[in-house]
């Protein structure tokens, strides 16, 4: 029963294992860029599902990243003194709703607190997530994608055009989450290491609902959907609801990382939501090979915690670009199963039953 | 007379202007074995495919035990308790054959989205019951000593009777299998045939669509043909063989 989890503890024991490691060997700089991949790895894994279990492909989760990112920021940097007058403001702040903080002039501002923020940005995300997905899922293939493609240009553009949203400068000054009192989503030096489990944390809760869907009757109508729609619905799946509600909780995971991301930099700008993100997140999911949970997040940690450390250079989206490209063509179930790796896996552990067999004897 | 089970009414349904179910009238009564014949094209898939709801008709009504089920969507169709097979086997390939079976078990468990997600203790107690309910199927098909193997992995005859362990594990009321011995040899078709009789021992109706002609006779309680989209005629097997029209369809004048 609880085998199912055993992959969890996996991930968790290799997290602090990368964690001790850092930190004993003082390389600690690496932290930043772990954490931010971590949030970006929220988007994989919902991605991971809708692509790889439920069959439906999204270029445009980018623009789900940005809706989270952008509401939370503008929500808690929006100064509401205008609003309500000061009494009921102390009295909002003492429910948490609303927040007393300094603005970059030094001035005192009331702005909406990040909890508040971070449930009105998923509930954002859900409401457009369900407004686009009602028409868009009923494509297919290649159509599914160009219009997935489109949503995220619209918002991209959309978030370009805003003053509001800051336009091309995006929205900065965006205050630390604090999550639970003494623990805070920062960037803090000091707190590095703590926002490394926070960002683990939240991922491995992502992790832990997508496995309980995946077991469950609604995981196997899923993968029923992706292997053959017309046959699951003869059994009598409804479809079309099942890809909605998936595309929608894979549009949450996506919101919620823009979310903590945005929080933990302290600002998003509008190239979060660029179809060149969308199509990194699309290369991730197919290079870590669909249908392969960890695979994916494993792939996702790697190649996002590589660009950002900058190792890729000027060539950094054109390395995501042939990825894909090398991946449908050479490798189309991940590189995690081409060839080559199957068999010195499979060599290594023929030799290690030989060797267990001979000291056996 | 037993009841009714199924009644479909004026059915017209086009392509272009290819008239493929021409105004065809049809009733199934409950716990028989309906076989429809005729020579290809004549539009059995097409009638198959209107009453399961993956077409539309242009025209006409569908009746099941009494209930209008014209223009319903497939899952709905089937949640009202009619299963189909289909013509080139639709299994998930990359899922075991338990698996397959467990996804025909979805209408009679009902975990949700959101429950499923956090994996809450009566899914669990579900998910034992619909894997209890699966084995015991696998158990009375014969199908156990394959449980685990990947569907695009098996023969083509296992495929078959996996599909129709499938639609069975939804426990519907009305069992429709489009041509189900196509790609089959003799022993399996035999075998196939056997199958069936028992389906409908079970209580279950059974609506076949088939090119096998011996078969057809052979377990069939009656027979509908269809000619160029028209019903030609309608009776039982022994009626049938003797029909002169029928007779002149299969093999010319």
Redesign the interface.
Known sequence: ?LARYKPLLIVLGIVVLIQLLLSLGGWEFFFTQLIMSAYYSLVVIGLTLLMGYAGQISLGHAGFFAIGGYTSALLTTIDLSGLWDKGTLSLLSSLFITMEQKDPYGNIIYSFSPWVAFVVAILIAVGVAFLIGIPVLRLKGHYLAMATLGFGIIIQTVLLGTTALGAADGISNVPDFTLVPGIQITDRMADRVMNYYIAWFFVLLGL??II??L???????L??I???E??????????SR?KL?TFV?SAVLAAAGGVFLTHYLGSIGPSEAGVIKSVRYVAIVAVGGM?NLFGTLLMGNLLNFLSLRGYFGTFDEAVFGIILIGIMLFAPKGILRIKGIKYLSSFIREKLAVFKREKEK | MSGVILNVNNLNRSFGGLHAVDDVTLSVEEGLIKSIIGPNGAGKTTFFNLISGNIRPDSGHIHFYGKDITGLKPFQVAALGICRTFQNTRLFGHMTVMENIMVGRHLKSRSGFISSLLGLPGNIREEKSIRASVLSLLEELNLSGIKDELCINIPFGLQRKVEIARALAVEPELLMLDEPAAGLNIYETTELGQLIGKIRDRGVTVLLVEHDISLVMNISDEIMVLNQGKKLAEGKPKEIQKNEEVIKVYLGE
């Open positions: 029963m832990f609902l309980n869907l077991n469950s009757r609604v995981g196997r109508a993968r029923s992706h292997g053959n017309e046959a699951a619905n003869s059994l009598g799946i409804n479809t099942y509600y909780l249908d």
